[in-house]
């Protein structure tokens, strides 16, 4: 642990060994000499001034400290600091932070510290710095008003200040309240030699650009004003022009608006203008003394800035009226009452307008209402005070100092100690002195010195200082703590010091000598109404804000309550204040009293660790636990710590608390169980536990995030996925919308086609475009009908031979009508067909065989067609000689005829009878009626014919055949289309083969292995008669003419 590794003496005082006041101071010194100057006792933070800026504050400090507990860094205010707001944010539990100590102590250095370290560790975001930034602005305004130069501390507030900053739950600022005490407001007219008014006075002067101080009617000079010490116009290392621009800025920052500043700079002027204000001896017509202004200049010009007749504020100045229920009566005051009054004036302004400031200021940074809000109150308040020459002031602020020991005493040494016995826990009571008869004898209500002094205040009668403390000395002749002369004489003591009109109180932290003078004055704090109604009667709005009470309307003859009992309600409440918030105690040490570093005077430190209790303290805090608490809030606090008691608990608190212990298994000389709280030994313990309780939370809010986690996703993916079902089946319906739209709307179209295209089919007739095809198609009908109507009845004859046909009427007819020339003529034909009998049908075969060889080739075709085939020529039927010649088997004879044999050689002809049958050609000698050559109608090869009209023709052998050798025959008919015919039939019939018929005038005749050639001549006559003639050329050829 920190506190105790590379210590300088002992980080903590509780360490302290022996524990002596000896041990005590020179451990502060060691370690102030080490520059080590913030020293705890427990959580009670001692902090002695160093006198110098020491490295060890700043971002970086702040970031280590804000990071760690109490004591595992070294001693340092930022500890502490963090501490409080820690406890604040997260406990949820209201702190102040106390700070004592005498005036150079610290004190105010210690509350920048602690508010800047708040500043700079708390929310962050745009309002919220800009609240910080008006927090902390608020210190250079209110010191540059409420501090002053002292003999003992270049910068002491004279004034006492409470600060609650206020913030909202997640430890984010949100504003706060200053309540200031009793300013120090004597000091504007009167300083003590080497001291200073107020540090505004001179910062105003230094600061301003000559332009502002000519509209104050100001001179830079300090010299030239009565209320600033002459001999002390500045101090070393306080830049007094700086400032004031930085006094400025502040003041813009926090909200002031320009007129404001004027304003405020306006009166501040005023206060330095009044001291100069001087008042001279006059007398009165009754030869009573009065006082007049000296010089008219100066008044004249407070009056022009103030927008007040100067007359009218001299009167205010020199004179009095005393209000009575029945009349007011004008009195005029001497120089030194005017003096007094001007004074006053000074003063009431002052500490007015500082009251005005700081309300202004709250103004400013105060929170609304109903939010609900953390505070965190931070306490300086001026230091306890011996001065050589003591009065209401230091009397006041040692009462507040006094008060604020006692919540010391309340809530460390007494209440600590009576918790130990309240709850049953073992303990040796530690001796401290209660101050509590002190701060009775003060604020007793009825016999207290406050209450006694209020009491001379409203006392009618004659009433003076002296009178007030005689009373004091017959009251409290008897009191410890009280002692004067008159209370030393009763005891016969001898005591130079004691002056005749002085009480002295034995304070917590010291004897003090108080010199009655003016207490009663002081007191009373009474402004002359002529003055209050002055000021309210002038224009200028702030001045005139400032003294309410002047308004003749507002104007009450009831007093005012006194300095004192203000003073005390306001301790009273502070005090409430601070008994309702966790404190936190800084105790400031001044270690010299010549603001000096690296000094340290052990007997003025001593003084000030005797009468703040320190040795005290470290007892008490050795003795004692460093941390208590019921058994309901830690169990609340430390159950997640347990499974038995996480994160359900069912049994008794203090049951609970047990077994959370025991499950951490703390050592058992660190924990007492009392009554209603346990109590934890050292602050280690309780460190553990927070780190313990720090660890768990990370790991519980680990676990909520992870099921929040899955818990939002799952939510979202369902969502996700509805959304998508949704989203698919909206799309496929649309889809399926669409298509069927589609299909639908085809249908449509395709239904409305067809029904307009029968509609239009069933229409079509109708339509006036049809009507010329219909009238058409009619009129083609009826001439079709008529033309063929005509054609039945004018049919040319069913004669095939008859090829007449009636015209077409029309062109258009033409092709139906050849094509029905065509059926008609086929028709007739095959009718003519069917009456054939079958041997007419074979002659018309033989006509049409012969038409097929000779049609065209020969000129003797056309007239053998009319002419029936008769193929008997030679009445075959009556001669039996020839009818055996024919050979039975061979059936009827197809051809006979006489033929003419041509001799091959020499070109005579001798006649033959031919016999055509089935099989066989016969050649026949007619006069020997026997036949001559038989040839096989298998070995004819060909035959030969002439074109012209003749008989002539050539039957060819194959040369293989047995007549072949004989050679081809030459021969003349007189029917040779007929037997040719009949030939080439009988050919077909008996081979198969189409005999080769050739129509030539040039053949060749084989005869007796050699040929003739034969060649046929057109005579004269072109062979019609029938006669022909051979002629013999050479011996291979044979002319024919026919
Ligand atoms: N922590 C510190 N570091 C450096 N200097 C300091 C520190 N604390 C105090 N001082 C010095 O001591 C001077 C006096 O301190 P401060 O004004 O806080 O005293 P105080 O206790 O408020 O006195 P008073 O009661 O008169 O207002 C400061 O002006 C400063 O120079
Ligand atoms: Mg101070």
């Given amino acids: 642990m920190t506190l105790l590794e590379g210590a300088v003496g002992v980080e903590d005082l509780v360490l302290l060994e022996p524990l002596e006041e000896e041990s005590l101071l020179k451990t502060l010194q060691l370690?102030?000499?080490?520059?080590?100057?913030?020293?705890?006792?427990?959580?009670?933070?001692?902090?002695?001034?160093?006198?110098?800026?020491?490295?060890?504050?700043?971002?970086?400090?702040?970031?280590?400290?804000?990071?760690?507990?109490?004591?595992?860094?070294?001693?340092h205010i930022y500890a502490l600091a963090n501490m409080a707001y820690q406890s604040l944010r997260d406990r949820d539990r209201d702190q102040c932070i106390l700070i004592t100590g005498e005036s150079g102590a610290g004190k105010t250095e210690a509350s920048k510290l602690v508010m800047s370290y708040v500043a700079a560790v708390c929310g962050k975001g745009e309002q919220v710095n800009s609240v910080k930034e008006q927090l902390l602005q608020s210190n250079p305004v209110l010191e540059a008003f409420g501090n002053a130069k002292t003999i003992r501390n270049n910068n002491s507030s004279r004034f006492g200040k409470y600060m609650d900053i206020e913030f909202d739950f997640k430890g984010s600022p949100l504003g706060g309240v200053i309540t200031n005490y009793l300013?120090?407001?004597?000091?504007?007219?009167?300083?003590?030699?080497?001291?200073?008014?107020?540090?505004?006075?001179?910062?105003?002067?230094?600061?301003?650009?000559?332009?502002?101080?000519?509209?104050?009617?100001?001179?830079?000079?300090?010299?030239?004003?009565a209320f600033l010490n002459q001999k002390v116009s500045r101090v070393d290392g306080m830049d007094d022009a700086s400032n004031f621009k930085a006094v400025q800025s502040a003041m813009t920052v926090i909200g002031f608006s320009e007129e404001e500043i004027q304003q405020v700079l306006e009166v501040t002027a005023l206060v330095l203008k009044l001291g100069n204000v001087e008042l001279a001896d006059e007398f009165q017509a009754n030869g009573t003394s009065a006082s007049g202004i000296r010089d008219g200049r100066g008044i004249q010009e407070i009056g022009e800035m103030i927008g007040l007749n100067s007359e009218e504020l001299e009167k205010a100045l020199c004179s009095r009226t005393m209000k009575t229920a029945k009349e007011n009566v004008v009195t005029a005051l001497n120089v030194i009452q005017a003096q007094y009054a001007r004074d006053a004036l000074a003063k009431n302004i002052y500490s007015r307008l500082f009251n005005w400031i700081v309300?202004?200021?709250?103004?400013?940074?105060?929170?609304?209402?109903?939010?609900?809000?953390?505070?965190?109150?931070?306490?300086d308040i001026y230091g306890f005070e011996i001065l050589e020459d003591n009065s209401f002031e230091q009397f006041v602020i040692n009462y507040c100092n006094e008060k604020l020991q006692q919540v010391f005493i309340e809530m460390t040494l007494k209440e600590e100690q009576e918790e130990y016995e309240r709850e049953g826990i073992p303990w040796t009571k530690v001796d401290y002195f209660d101050n509590g008869i002190i701060c009775n004898l003060i604020e007793h209500n009825q016999q207290g010195i406050l209450a006694m002094l209020d009491?001379?205040?409203?006392?009618?009668?004659?009433?003076?200082?002296?009178?007030?403390?005689?009373?004091?000395?017959?009251?409290f002749s008897?009191?410890?703590?009280?002692?004067?002369?008159?209370?030393?004489?009763?005891?016969?003591?001898?005591?130079?010091?004691?002056?005749?009109?002085?009480?002295?109180?034995c304070h917590y932290a010291g004897k003090v000598t108080y010199n009655v003078n003016s207490f009663i004055d002081k007191n009373n704090d009474l402004l002359f109404w002529d003055l209050s109604q002055a000021m309210w009667k002038a224009r200028h709005p702030l001045l005139r804000s400032l003294f309410p009470e002047g308004d003749p309307k507002q104007a009450s003859l009831k007093r005012p309550p006194t300095a004192g009992a203000q003073f005390k309600s306001s301790v009273a409440i502070l005090m409430k204040n601070l008994y309702s918030k966790n404190p936190n105690y800084i105790r400031c040490i001044k270690p010299n009293e010549h603001q000096q570093q690296g000094q340290f005077s052990s007997e003025l430190v001593a003084v000030q660790t005797r009468y703040l209790g320190l040795l005290e303290n470290v007892r008490v805090r050795r003795a004692g636990y460093a941390y208590r608490q019921r058994y309901g809030p830690f169990l609340e606090r430390y159950r997640l710590l347990s499974r038995s008691t996480w994160p359900r608990w069912n049994g008794g608190d203090r049951e609970g608390v047990k077994k959370v212990v025991e499950e951490l298994s703390l050592s058992s000389e660190e924990l007492v169980f009392g009554k209603t709280k346990i109590f934890i030994r050292s602050p280690s313990t309780l460190f553990h536990l927070e780190e313990q309780r720090r660890l768990r939370l990370q790991q519980l809010a680990t676990l909520i995030q992870k099921t929040y986690r899955g818990w939002r996703c799952r939510t979202h993916y369902q969502l996700m996925r509805k959304s998508q079902i949704v989203i698919s089946a909206w799309f496929r319906g649309n889809a399926q919308k669409k298509r069927y739209g589609k299909i639908k709307a085809s249908a449509l179209l395709i239904q409305a086609f067809v029904r307009g295209w029968k509609a239009r089919k069933d229409y079509r007739k109708y339509f006036r475009s049809g009507a010329a095809l219909t009238l058409a198609n009619f009129i083609y009908k009826s001439i079709t009908q008529k033309f063929l109507l005509g054609l039945k009845n004018s049919l040319p004859s069913t004669n095939i031979l008859d090829k007449t046909w009636p015209a077409a009427p029309y062109r258009c007819f033409h092709t139906a009508n050849q094509e029905l020339r065509q059926l008609f003529y086929h028709w007739k034909c095959k009718k003519f067909r069917d009456q054939l009998s079958p041997k007419q049908v074979e002659i018309l075969r033989e006509k049409l065989c012969a038409s097929e060889l000779f049609k065209g080739k020969k000129a003797s075709y056309p007239q053998s067609v009319p002419i029936p085939f008769r193929a008997d020529y030679i009445g075959l039927q009556g001669n039996p000689k020839l009818q055996k010649l024919k050979g039975g088997a061979e059936g009827p004879v197809l051809m006979a005829e006489t033929v003419k044999k041509v001799n091959r050689g020499n070109g005579k002809t001798s006649s033959r009878i031919l016999l055509l049958t089935k099989g066989h050609v016969i050649l026949i000698d007619t006069k020997k009626s026997q036949a001559k050559t038989v040839i096989g109608l298998d070995s004819v090869s060909g035959m030969s014919v002439t074109s012209f009209k003749d008989g002539l023709f050539s039957l060819h052998m194959s040369e293989i055949s047995s007549v072949g050798s004989k050679g081809d025959f030459l021969l003349v008919s007189e029917h040779v289309i007929e037997l040719l015919t009949k030939m080439y039939r009988a050919v077909l019939d008996a081979t198969q083969k189409q005999l080769p018929v050739t129509v030539t005038e040039n053949f060749s005749v084989r005869f007796k292995e050699s040929s003739v050639a034969v060649k046929v001549i057109q005579g004269p006559e072109g062979g019609r008669n029938g006669k022909l003639s051979f002629k013999k050329k050479g011996s291979r050829g044979l002319e024919v003419t026919v």
């Fill in 31 to 75: 370690r102030y000499e080490k520059k080590e100057i913030y020293t705890y006792i427990g959580n009670v933070l001692i902090s002695v001034n160093p006198y110098q800026q020491l490295p060890i504050y700043g971002p970086e400090f702040i970031a280590k400290y804000r990071d760690y507990t109490f004591y595992e860094l070294k001693s």
């Fill in 183 to 225: 300013l120090e407001k004597s000091r504007v007219v009167k300083q003590l030699g080497g001291e200073r008014n107020f540090h505004i006075f001179y910062q105003l002067l230094a600061g301003a650009d000559a332009h502002l101080l000519k509209a104050l009617k100001l001179e830079r000079d300090t010299s030239g004003y």
């Fill in 359 to 379: 309300n202004r200021i709250n103004e400013s940074i105060k929170v609304g209402t109903g939010e609900k809000k953390k505070v965190m109150g931070v306490l």
């Fill in 455 to 475: 009491e001379e205040c409203l006392r009618p009668g004659v009433v003076s200082d002296t009178t007030f403390l005689a009373k004091l000395n017959q009251l």
């Fill in 478 to 505: 008897k009191h410890n703590h009280y002692e004067s002369k008159v209370t030393q004489n009763a005891q016969h003591q001898y005591d130079h010091t004691m002056g005749l009109s002085s009480f002295r109180i």
